[in-house]
C-alpha cells in the first residue's frame, strides 16, 4: 500500500505545461507550508515535512509498523464490522460509505488494536485510521477500544492510543455519541487498576474523541502542528463571527494553554512512548 | 395563555383564540352560543390528537426548543422544598449555562446539576442558551464529588444545544472538561439519575449525563449532532434537509427508547409540557421518586457495576466470523 493517499489538493501544484505523466507519484504538497516536496524525501521523512515540520496523517499500518519492535504486533478484534442499526442513508447509504472506505484504506473499520511492545515494553496499543470515514467513532471503534483497555486490564499492561478523528459518527446517532461514555468508563476502571493510560493526539483530532479518550491520557502527547479541539475551527468561526487566534487549536497553541504535556515529533516518539510506559510501570 | 407557537400548532391556536372570543361574548344563558363553544372545543380535542399523534422528527425537535417549554429553573421550583444554589468551578469561574446546588426532595438531599436554557430572550443571553464554557462542566464535576462525598444521589437535568463552540472554552479545555466527566460519573460512588427535559445536544449533554437511569421527556431529544448540524454536512439543502435529518438520527424519547439507549419515556400533556407544566412537574416528580427509591436501594458495588455494563453494552455490530473472512 503506498503511503499516501492521492488527494484533492494535489491538483494544485505548480503548473507546467510538460510537466512528467508521473507527476503525482513523485510530488506532495505540504498541507501547512505548501512547498512541494519530493515524495520519496518525504517518505524516508516518516511523513513529516522537512521543511516545515507538519506531520501528514500516517495510515494506521504505517504507523504501527514504524512503532512497534518488528513483529511483535498481534491484532485484536479485526473481525468487527459496523452494523446499520439507523438504516442511514444520506446522498449514499451508510453501508456503501462504510464499503467504500474499507476498499480505500484496507481496514474494516478506524482503528486498528492489538498488543504489542516498544523497545521491549509491552503495550495494548491502538491506532485510529483516518481515511476511514475520517476516523469517526461509531459503535465498532468504541467497542474495540473498549475491549482493548479490558485486556489490558487483564494482562496488566498499559494502553497507548494513537488518535486521529472527526469525532463521533453522525451515521450511527445515539450509538456513537455513547462510545464516548463506553470508553471513558473502562478508563474509569483502567486507572483503577492502576495502569497507564498514554494519549498520542495526531492531525485532527476533535469532536468526541478528544473530548472522550483523547484528553483523558494519564500522559498526552501531541505531535507537531496537529489539530486539536473540541469544536471544529470552522463552527467557531461562524458562531462567533470572528477571525480566530494566530496558531489556534494547534498542538504549539494547547501546550502553551496546559491542556497537552508534551509535544514528540514522530522519529522521537518510539523512544519516549517506551521511556513512559517504563517509568509509569507499577511493580507491585 | 399560549406566547408562543410553533407551525404546526397554528390551526390549534386559532381554534383557542375562537373559542375565547365566544365565551367572552356569552352572557347569560345562550343555548346556541353553548353549544357552539362546546362543538368547537371537540374539534379542538379531536385536532390536537391528531397532530400530536403523528409528529415528525423535526416538529418534536421544535417542540423539545420550545420557547415556552418548561426549563430546569422552572422544575427546581417545583419539584423542591428547598433549593440553595451553588456557584463556580474554583478554577476559573461560574458559567450560568449550568445551574447547580442542593435540594430537598421528599426528605432526602439531592444534588442537582442541571442545563439552564433561559425563559426568555433576556435569561436566554445571559445563560448563553444553555450552552456551557468548561466552567459549567466543572462546576458539575466539583458539585459531583460534593455528593459523593456526603452520600446524596445525584439528578441531573439535561437540555443544551451543547457545548459552546468558541475561543475561550477551546482554550480553557472544553474536550478536557467533558471527557474527565465522562470518566468521573462512569465510577462516581452515588446513584445518578439523569433526565433529559429539552434539548439534548451531543457531548455537551453527555457531559452531564453517565445515569444509572436515563429518563427523558416525551418531546425531548437527545442526539449527537444537532439536525442543522447533520444536513449542513450531509443534504447541504439546509430546510429540507434539517427535517430528513431529524427523522434519519432516530433523536426522539420513543425512538431511543426503541434502541434501548434510556430507560423511560415520561409522557407529556397533550399538546407538550408547556400546556401544562404543572401536570408535567407531578409526572416529572413521580417519576424521580419511583427510579431514586430503586437505586438508593442497591449496594453501591452492584450498582457501579450495572452502570458499567449499561453503558459497555450500548453499540450495535457484526462479529464476522473467521470463515466468512476468508470468504471475501
Ligand atoms: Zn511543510
Known amino acids: ?284 | 395563555m399560549v406566547r408562543h407557537y410553533l407551525d404546526f400548532e397554528k390551526p390549534l391556536v386559532e381554534l383557542e383564540n375562537e373559542i375565547d372570543r365566544l365565551k367572552r361574548f356569552q352572557k347569560g344563558r345562550d343555548h346556541a352560543l353553548e353549544e357552539q363553544i362546546r362543538r368547537l372545543e371537540e374539534r379542538l380535542d379531536r385536532l390536537r390528537k391528531e397532530i400530536f399523534s403523528n409528529l415528525t422528527g423535526w416538529q418534536i425537535t421544535q417542540l423539545a426548543r420550545h420557547i415556552d417549554r418548561p426549563k430546569a429553573s422552572f422544575y427546581i421550583q417545583e419539584l423542591f422544598d428547598q433549593f440553595i444554589e451553588l456557584h463556580g468551578d474554583r478554577v476559573y469561574g461560574d458559567d450560568p449555562a449550568i445551574i447547580g446546588g442542593l435540594s430537598l426532595f421528599s426528605g432526602r438531599t439531592l444534588v442537582v446539576i442541571a442545563h439552564q436554557k433561559g425563559a426568555d430572550v433576556r435569561e436566554m443571553a445571559y445563560r448563553n442558551f444553555g450552552m456551557p464554557h468548561p466552567e459549567g462542566y466543572r462546576k458539575a464535576l466539583r458539585l459531583m464529588k460534593l455528593a459523593e462525598l456526603f452520600r446524596k444521589p445525584v439528578l441531573t437535568m439535561i437540555d443544551t444545544p451543547g457545548a459552546f463552540p468558541g475561543i475561550g472554552a477551546e482554550e480553557r479545555g472544553q474536550a478536557e472538561a467533558i471527557a474527565r466527566n465522562l470518566k468521573t460519573m462512569a465510577h462516581l460512588r452515588i446513584p445518578i439519575l439523569t433526565l433529559v427535559i429539552g434539548e439534548g445536544g451531543s457531548g455537551g449533554a453527555l457531559a452531564i449525563g453517565m445515569g444509572d437511569r436515563i429518563l427523558m421527556l416525551e418531546y425531548s431529544i437527545y442526539s449527537v449532532i444537532s439536525p442543522e448540524g447533520c444536513a449542513a454536512i450531509l443534504w447541504k439543502d439546509g430546510e429540507k434537509g434539517k427535517a430528513i435529518a431529524a427523522d434519519s438520527l432516530k433523536l426522539t424519547a420513543r425512538d431511543l427508547y426503541g434502541l434501548g439507549v434510556i430507560d423511560e419515556v415520561i409522557e407529556e400533556p397533550l399538546g407538550g409540557a408547556h400546556r401544562d407544566p404543572q401536570g408535567m412537574a407531578l409526572r416529572v416528580k413521580e417519576a424521580i421518586e419511583r427510579h431514586l427509591k430503586e437505586l438508593e436501594r442497591m449496594d453501591m458495588d452492584q450498582l457501579l457495576k450495572k452502570r458499567y455494563e449499561k453503558f459497555r453494552s450500548i453499540g450495535t455490530f457484526i462479529e464476522e466470523s473467521m470463515g466468512m473472512e476468508a470468504d471475501e
Open chain 1, 1 to 284: 500500500m503506498s503511503w499516501f493517499k492521492r488527494r484533492e489538493e494535489e491538483k494544485d501544484r505548480p503548473t507546467s505545461t510538460e510537466r512528467p505523466k508521473s507527476f503525482d507519484h513523485l510530488w506532495v504538497k505540504c498541507n501547512s507550508c505548501n512547498e512541494i516536496i519530493y515524495r520519496k524525501v518525504i517518505e524516508r521523512n516518516l511523513l513529516v515535512c522537512p521543511k516545515c515540520n507538519y506531520h501528514f496523517q500516517l495510515p494506521a499500518r504505517k504507523r504501527i509498523e514504524c512503532l512497534v519492535d518488528p513483529g511483535t504486533f498481534i491484532e485484536y478484534d479485526a473481525h468487527l464490522a459496523p452494523a446499520d442499526p439507523l438504516s442511514f442513508k444520506d446522498s449514499k447509504r451508510y453501508p456503501q460509505r462504510v464499503k467504500e472506505s474499507q476498499e480505500t484504506t484496507g481496514q474494516k473499520e478506524a482503528i486498528l488494536c492489538g498488543e504489542a511492545r516498544i523497545e521491549g515494553e509491552p503495550v495494548m496499543l491502538a491506532v485510529f485510521e483516518f481515511n476511514f470515514m475520517g476516523g469517526s467513532m461509531g459503535s465498532v471503534v468504541g467497542e474495540k477500544i473498549t475491549r482493548l483497555i479490558e485486556r489490558a486490564i487483564e494482562k496488566r499492561v498499559g494502553v497507548v492510543i494513537f488518535c486521529a478523528s472527526g469525532g463521533a459518527r453522525m451515521q450511527e446517532g445515539i450509538f456513537s455519541l455513547m462510545q464516548m461514555a463506553k470508553t471513558s468508563a473502562a478508563l474509569a476502571r483502567l486507572q483503577e487498576a492502576r495502569l497507564p493510560y498514554i494519549s498520542v493526539l495526531t492531525d485532527p483530532t476533535t469532536g468526541g474523541v478528544s473530548a472522550s479518550i483523547g484528553m483523558l491520557g494519564n500522559v498526552i502527547i501531541a505531535e507537531p502542528k496537529a489539530m486539536i479541539g473540541f469544536a471544529g475551527p470552522r463552527v467557531i468561526k461562524d458562531t462567533i463571527k470572528a477571525e480566530l487566534p494566530e496558531g489556534f487549536q494547534r498542538a504549539e497553541y494547547l501546550l502553551q494553554h496546559g491542556m497537552v504535556d508534551l509535544i514528540v515529533e514522530r522519529k522521537d516518539l518510539r523512544r519516549t512512548l517506551a521511556l513512559l510506559l517504563k517509568m509509569l510501570k507499577n511493580e507491585s
